[in-house]
C-alpha cells in the first residue's frame, strides 16, 4: 500500500479540512481514491492519490463524495494538482486518461452573431 501524497492519516477528515476549518480527530476515517472507476482506483493507489474521510463526507451525508457531483470534482482537480506538483514530469493525462483541471479545458467557441444589419448603435 502506497502513503497519501494528498493527505495524512491522522484522523483528520480531509473534507472537514477544506470545507470547514475543522482539524478534528475523528473516530473513524476511511480511505477514499480521489480519482476511481475500474482502472483508475489502481492508478490512484499506485501514485497515492487518497485522502481519509469521516463517513459523512465519504459516504452518508449531502456533502459526501460518493453522493455530490460537485465534491467528487472537487476532489479529483485537487488530486490532479497534487499530482502535478509532485510529479512534474508525468502527464496526469496521459496516465488517468482525464484531465479535471477546470481552467485547461479549452475555451468554448464564442461565436459572433453576424445577423445581417446588425451592428453596434453609433452615433449618426
Ligand atoms: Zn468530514
Ligand atoms: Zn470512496
Do not use: W
Amino acid at each position: 500500500m502506497s502513503k497519501s501524497i494528498m493527505h495524512q492519516k491522522d484522523g483528520t477528515c480531509y473534507l472537514c479540512m477544506m470545507l470547514k476549518g475543522d482539524y478534528d480527530d475523528h473516530k473513524i476515517t476511511e480511505e477514499h481514491h480521489a480519482v476511481f472507476g475500474i482502472a483508475n482506483r489502481n492508478l490512484a493507489e499506485h501514485y497515492g492519490l487518497k485522502v481519509y474521510l469521516c463517513p459523512e463526507h465519504h459516504r452518508t451525508g449531502k456533502e459526501a463524495v460518493h453522493r455530490n457531483y460537485k465534491i467528487t470534482k472537487y476532489l479529483q482537480e485537487k488530486a490532479q494538482v497534487v499530482f502535478e506538483s509532485k510529479y512534474p514530469n508525468e502527464s496526469f493525462r496521459e496516465i488517468f486518461g482525464k484531465n479535471f483541471k477546470l481552467e485547461d479545458k479549452p475555451p468554448e467557441k464564442k461565436e459572433i452573431p453576424k445577423e445581417p444589419g446588425f451592428r453596434f448603435l453609433e452615433e449618426e
